[in-house]
Structures are given as C-alpha cells and as structure tokens.
C-alpha cells in the first residue's frame, strides 16, 4: 500500500550515487530523443531501474507505456526530491484519429487475437483429439504498430474495451463465429 509521500511505491533501499547519476542522465536522454530511436534507451533504463531495485510494475508501466515524463519524475523522485503527481492525465480520446487508420488497427487486432487463441489451442492436451477445450483467451495487449492514441480512439468509439494493464478486448466478439 503506498502513502502520499511514495507515489511510485516503497522507496528503494539507498542508491549509490553513480547509479542515480545513471538514471538521471538516462531519463534526460531520453526526453530529448526522438520516438523511433529511443528503443535501446528504455532498454538500458529498464535495466538501471532494476539495478535500483524499484518495484517491477512501475518500471513495466513505465518502459512499456513508453511514459518519458513518468521516468523524469521517478528519476527525481530516486533522488529524495518530494514531488507530487499529476492529478489526471489530459484526454488521449480527445485526439482525432484518421478513420482508415482505426480500420487498420482494428484489422491487426482481430488478427493478432485470433493468432493468440490459435496458438493456445495448438497446445497438447487441447486440442481437437483430446478434450477439444477452446482457447479462453478474450483480451490481448495492444500491438505496438500503433500509438496509444489510437488504441483510446478505438475504446472511446466503443469497438474494444479497456481490460486493465494494457489489455484491450473486443466488445462485440466476431472471431468466435471464426
């Protein structure tokens, strides 16, 4: 349970001061680089943070929503600095997204789900010659292709719903008819 004072969890046993040098100068870096070529510096980011021991969640929220200002906050927080979090982030729906291209991000979903219940149902003992159980895979992660934008665009027209830690679902399931 975390208190006000540890927005990102329990604090970290000391750090050594190399270490949060690391960090610091990890986050800053990655502020300033652009979207395409910041891979390998989430990369090394995630790494340093589990050198730094912070909670896994948190490093997972944040190298996986890709979360630049999030990371500068942790890094500052790492340091003692009190900080406070944003209340509430600003709309991500309130962005227009291009219809075609939520036509081809729910075409990669559909796909990519149908992958999924394939190739869980391919497994021994699932199969047709044996009890026949149907995959109960119903919600997946959304697939990188695509911004997050256009992910909230897709819930907020109400074609998938938002299943918690990055899983989407389909609202109306069309792949059971597969």
Partial sequence: ???????????????APQLLAEITAKTAELAVVSAASAGPSWGALHKLLLKAKVDPQVI???????????????????????????????????????????????????KRLKYARLDAESRLGVGPM?????????????PRDFPPVVWAALVAAGKLKREGAGFYALVFDDLLDD
Wanted: net charge neutral.
């Fill in 60 to 110: 997972m929220k944040l190298v996986a929503g890709r979360d630049a200002a999030g990371a500068s906050l942790l890094a500052r927080w790492l340091t003692g600095e009190a900080i406070e979090l944003p209340v509430e982030a600003p709309a991500v729906a309130a962005t227009v997204v291009d219809p075609e291209t939520m036509k081809s991000a729910m075409k990669m979903f559909r």
């Fill in 130 to 142: 044996s009890s026949g159980k149907k995959s109960e895979i119903d919600a997946i992660e959304s």
């Fill in 1 to 15: 349970m975390a208190d006000s004072n540890a927005p990102f969890g329990k604090r970290p046993s000391p750090i």
